[in-house]
């Protein structure tokens, strides 16, 4: 499997950008999808995926303001971000979890940020 992440760049807070995840390859291995950043110096955390009842999950930071979702005929996630703000700031990855080695796949990473 192969992710191709785009959308990411730079906006004013209180704005809006839209993140999309496209994957190829063995896409049939794929068990779920979701959206995770990374802070500088901090560890990826999660944004946005799939809970155990197929419903998504929100980091609480960005309830309301995120919405992911999923298109499983063309393979790809989405992540609409509106109401931008400063702590927004990050590097988005695009992360599947597989039901083949390895597993777990992560995008290449997009810059998003959000100037005051």
């Known amino acids: 499997v192969q992710l191709q992440a785009s959308g990411g760049g730079l906006v004013q807070a209180g704005g809006s950008l839209r993140l999309s995840c496209t994957a190829s390859?063995?896409?049939?291995?794929?068990?779920?999808m979701g959206w995770y950043r990374r802070f500088p110096g901090k560890n990826r955390e999660l944004v946005a995926a799939?809970?155990?009842?197929?419903?998504?999950r929100y980091e609480n930071s960005v309830k309301g303001r995120f919405t992911a979702s999923r298109d499983i005929a063309k393979n790809t996630l989405s992540l609409q971000m509106d109401s931008l703000k400063p702590e927004d700031t990050a590097v988005y990855y695009c992360?599947?979890?597989?039901?083949?080695?390895?597993?777990?796949?992560w995008g290449q990473g997009t810059l998003v940020t959000v100037s005051s």
């Open positions: 992360g599947v979890r597989l039901s083949v080695a390895p597993y777990t796949l």
């Open positions: 390859g063995s896409v049939s291995t794929i068990e779920d």
């Open positions: 799939p809970s155990d009842d197929g419903t998504m």
